[in-house]
């Protein structure tokens, strides 16, 4: 049994004065790829910015390798090896593409080299000297997980990567995604497509209305598809 | 003798050539707002009493300790720039995430204490600070004779500016702080210490303004008003450039001296005003100024 890399415990968050997140419980293990499921609104891009220390109030427990990450800042949060892809992507107008691959510091060693991004991602070598905005959406989306394949960050929390690109693009976030598994790095996921959710997880978390509501080993998805249709209103 | 539209060609461009010295001190001020504009988000009211500031430790650093204009040169920029990190700490750091409003009050209102503090040390008449020996007499240009002062300013005011664009636009450093202006929560959640990022920036920045006193305290004497009087023009000089653009900043401000030089020749009525008028127009007709990007 591998080791617990990341354990939510009675996670609560709010912006502002909307409390989102009601206690959110679950454990990713090392290596592992571990997506949340749930519908629009239910709190799963609340809780990869509050893992990633980017939601100004929270409570709870968030421990990564058994360090307590809850009252940390972000920076610090990214030096113990978590890093984000986040949903808009947040890729730089001012910066090219290169600038946006170099930018986050590299936090422990084992990340890819840029010789090894540009073999996932040869689109990213041809545009090196472009401005990170004018790429297609599915290039933005290759800039901002190659950004951080970089780091060294062990843990990658991938925030819908594949939401509103083509499917050829999306077979290949797939691919990427089975091939840094195989390197030893654990993934969080965000998913709203879980047919493709199936292709690349090991087990699923469904969240409604801010807590964890259900756990799902993905080679259970096939006998709960009636239970899953439900939770997420599909 | 040049002669153009009947005017003697080289009295225009010796007004033009002494309009792009006081171009080179709104290039090196405005720079220093532009950058602290473009990450912090602060009307940084206080530039022209930082920059007074720089002149009065230059002053301090000859009188007191003997050290001349070239030590100085780098000396009152770190000291200052210091005072303006502590500033940065306590006190501007509290207001970033209010209104920009807050910002320039709060500026604003340290821009009077330093000013009145100097004037309470040194009244109003201004302390004379003379031109560092090997940079004294005059140089020929061909059209004119220039101050040998005169001419170091703007060529040293120009390198630093260049400088400047050079490491926001070519190094990792300046990427880093492109991408904090754009999306600072991002940025610090990739493991970069944005407060201290920030607080390292502001320092710079104040310590550019500090620079440009130290070398305008030969060419206008050390006075408590100095920073008061060019300030407002640089406010100019940032709004048609645009707001934090810093190639905007560095050619409009050598361009408004330039322009300033020649009114001052063809309408010197009209020299004191004519800075004003530019910025007037280019609200009206380009909002986000000449270089700016609009939002």
New interface residues.
């Given amino acids: 049994m591998a080791d617990t890399m990341l354990e939510v415990r009675g996670l609560n968050a709010w912006y502002g004065e909307s409390h989102i997140l009601h206690g959110v419980d679950f454990d990713v293990k090392e290596g592992e790829v571990v997506t949340l499921l749930g519908r629009n609104g239910a709190g799963k891009t609340t809780t990869m910015k509050s893992i990633?220390?980017?939601v100004g109030q929270r409570a709870g427990s968030v421990k990564f390798k058994g360090t307590e990450t809850v009252d940390l800042?972000?920076?610090r949060?990214?030096?113990l090896g978590i890093?984000?892809c986040?949903e808009e992507r947040?890729i730089?107008?001012?910066?090219n593409v290169t600038?946006?691959l170099?930018?986050?510091?590299i936090?422990a060693p084992g990340g890819l080299s840029v010789a090894e991004i540009h073999d996932l991602f040869p689109n990213l070598k041809e545009r090196a000297g472009s401005q990170g905005t004018k790429l297609s959406g599915g290039e933005q989306q290759m800039l901002a997980i190659g950004r951080?394949l970089r780091?060294g960050a062990k843990l990658l929390l991938l925030d819908e990567p594949t939401e509103g690109l083509a499917p050829v693009i999306v077979q290949q976030i797939g691919r990427t995604i089975r091939a840094i598994k195989e390197r030893g790095f654990t993934v969080l996921l965000v998913e709203q497509n879980f047919h493709f959710a199936a292709t690349v997880a090991d087990r699923h978390y469904v969240m409604d209305h801010g807590v964890v509501v259900d756990q799902i080993k993905n080679s259970e998805l096939a006998s709960n598809m009636e239970k899953l249709h439900d939770y997420l209103g599909v | 003798m040049l002669m153009v539209f009947g005017y003697n060609l080289g009295p225009i461009l010796g007004q033009g050539v002494l309009g792009v010295v006081n171009g080179a001190f709104y290039a090196l001020l405005s720079l220093g707002l532009a950058v602290i504009f473009g990450l912090l988000n602060i009307i940084n009211f206080a530039h022209g009493a930082l920059y007074m500031l720089g002149a009065v430790v230059a002053w301090f650093l000859l009188n007191y300790l003997g050290i001349g204009y070239w030590p100085s040169l780098f000396i009152a920029p770190v000291i200052v720039g210091a005072f303006g990190v502590l500033l940065e700490r306590t006190m501007i750091s509290k207001l970033y995430k209010l209104d920009h409003l807050y910002g320039l009050l709060l500026t604003f209102g340290i821009a009077l204490i330093v000013e009145g503090l100097a004037r309470n040390q040194f009244g109003s008449s201004g302390l004379p600070y003379s031109v560092p020996e090997s940079l004294r007499g005059a140089t020929r240009l061909g059209f004119m004779i220039m101050p040998t002062y005169r001419l170091w300013v703007v060529v040293a005011s120009f390198v630093i500016c260049i400088t400047t664009w050079l490491v926001l636009e070519k190094t990792p450093i300046g990427a880093t702080l492109r991408a904090a202006t754009e999306n600072a929560a991002l940025v610090q959640s990739f493991g970069v210490n944005v407060p201290r990022l920030v607080m390292l920036t502001y320092g710079a920045g104040v310590a550019l303004a500090a620079l440009a006193g130290v070398m305008a305290a030969p060419v206008y004497s050390v006075n408590p008003n100095m920073g008061s009087d060019v300030i407002i023009v640089v406010f100019a000089v940032v709004v048609i450039g645009g707001m934090g653009s810093i190639l905007g900043s560095i050619l409009t401000g050598f361009g408004l001296g330039l322009l300033e030089g020649f009114t001052k020749f063809l309408y010197p009525e009209a020299s004191g005003v004519v800075v004003f008028v530019l910025m007037i127009v280019v609200l009206l007709t380009r909002p986000a100024g000449l270089f700016g990007k609009a939002s």
Avoid: W, Y
């Fill in positions: 990633m220390g980017l800042r972000s920076d949060i990214a030096h890093a984000i986040p947040g730089f107008a001012s910066l600038e946006n170099m930018l986050p510091p936090v951080i780091t």
